[in-house]
């Protein structure tokens, strides 16, 4: 099984700029995608941001245009890039490896806050 520790989440302000971190154990990360997924207090995770392992890239609505996801297969590590940020972005942002319904595979892991605040 795969798991994953997210970091770099935190208090910006309307406007800024934050990256965020993933490191994932296993194989099944180095042949599956990855993504990036939140999910705000009392509502459903949805899947946000998507990388295969050839680095095609695809985002949800509410973020393209704003958030780059990139990965780093010698480190197994997935990031992040999240710039004009918004308050409707506050919530708790996790990674995991998905199938190409966008299902996750991995365990779940702690994820990181990312609040978004003047």
């Known amino acids: 099984q795969v798991q994953f520790v997210e970091s770099g989440g935190g208090l910006v302000q309307p406007g800024g700029s934050l990256r965020l971190s993933c490191v994932a154990s296993?194989?099944?990360?180095?042949?599956?995608?990855m993504a990036w997924h939140r999910q705000v207090s009392g509502k459903q995770r949805e899947l946000i941001a998507k990388?295969?392992?050839?680095?095609?890239?695809n985002y949800a609505d509410s973020v393209k245009g704003r958030f780059i996801i990139s990965r780093d297969h010698a480190k197994n590590e997935v990031y992040l890039q999240m710039n004009s940020l918004k308050p409707e972005d506050t919530a708790v942002y996790y990674c995991?490896?998905?199938?190409?319904?966008?299902?996750?595979?991995?365990?779940w892991g702690q994820g990181t806050q990312v609040t978004v605040s003047s």
């Open positions: 995991n490896v998905v199938n190409s319904l966008g299902v996750a595979l991995g365990i």
């Open positions: 990388i295969t392992k050839d680095n095609s890239t």
């Open positions: 296993g194989s099944m990360s180095k042949i599956f995608s």
